[in-house]
């Protein structure tokens, strides 16, 4: 597609529910990111993959997040028995090498709110 | 490690007036560095880049950016500033030469351009 592209757009759940956010990136790339951006503050890093590959996922926050992109393409960020301090957007990006030079293409986000 | 500041939270200015949002970083070699724009309930929009090449780098609405070796500084400026530049601004920073292949981004500087 043109751009990156993330669904559902906003989410709500409740305590202890576990959710799946899509990210769609542009075809044909890639390097895909995920960023966790709380409200008002910078995106922080949680997940990098090359292609299949889950090559750094040293900004997951707890082992009750997972992420996946089993073809190389669409990715899933899961989050299993969520807490409140798990509200936040969920940003996705691509590049089409390995970010630095090639750039970064971010979607619009998932807005996560836990009640 | 890779790190940035943004030591202003929040930047006022009139409209037509210059405008100049500020930020440092750090690497251990030599950075890739980025300027993003976001709006409210929308995800990061790409302003500028620097890789290599001429200090000064033009990008997107008229925004431009100086990049300064010595001081490890990118500012963001703006000859003459619009009341639509009113936005969240957020520097980023990638290591050329470390491993990792994400950004790293600053906490954010809101921008208030007054009519």
Redesign the interface.
Same mark, same amino acid.
């Given at each position: 597609g043109a751009g990156?592209s993330?669904s559902p757009r906003y989410k709500v759940a409740k305590r202890g529910q576990d959710v799946a956010l899509r990210c769609d990136p542009i075809s044909g790339h890639v !390097?895909l /990111?995920w @960023?966790q951006q709380a409200l &008002?503050?910078?995106?922080? /890093?949680l997940t990098?993959f090359?292609n299949e590959a889950q #090559?750094?996922k040293s900004?997951l926050p707890s082992d009750r997040f997972f992420a996946e992109r089993p073809e190389g393409s669409v990715s899933t960020l899961k989050i299993q028995r969520t807490q409140q301090e798990d509200s936040a957007v969920y #940003?996705c990006?691509s590049s089409s090498g390995? +970010?630095? !030079?090639y &750039? @970064?293409? /971010? &979607? !619009? +986000?998932t807005?996560l709110t836990v009640v | 490690a890779q790190s940035v500041a943004q030591p202003e939270d929040q930047v006022n200015v009139a409209e037509g007036n210059p405008l100049t949002v500020k930020c440092t970083y750090s690497v251990s070699g030599n950075p890739y560095l980025f300027w993003y724009v976001q709006y409210p309930n929308r995800g990061l929009q790409f302003l500028l880049k620097y890789i290599t090449g001429d200090n000064l780098v033009k990008g997107s609405y008229g925004f431009e950016a100086e990049f300064n070796k010595s001081q490890t500084s990118f500012h963001l400026k703006k000859p003459s500033a619009l009341v639509s530049d009113s936005a969240l601004y957020f520097c980023a920073v990638r290591d050329m030469g470390g491993s990792a292949r994400q950004l790293t981004f600053g906490s954010g500087t809101q921008l208030t351009v007054l009519p």
């Open positions: 990156v993330q !390097s /990111f @960023y &008002g503050q910078g995106p922080e /890093f990098y090359q #090559l750094d900004g #940003l990006a390995q +970010g630095g !030079s &750039g @970064y293409t /971010f &979607g !619009s +986000g807005r | -």
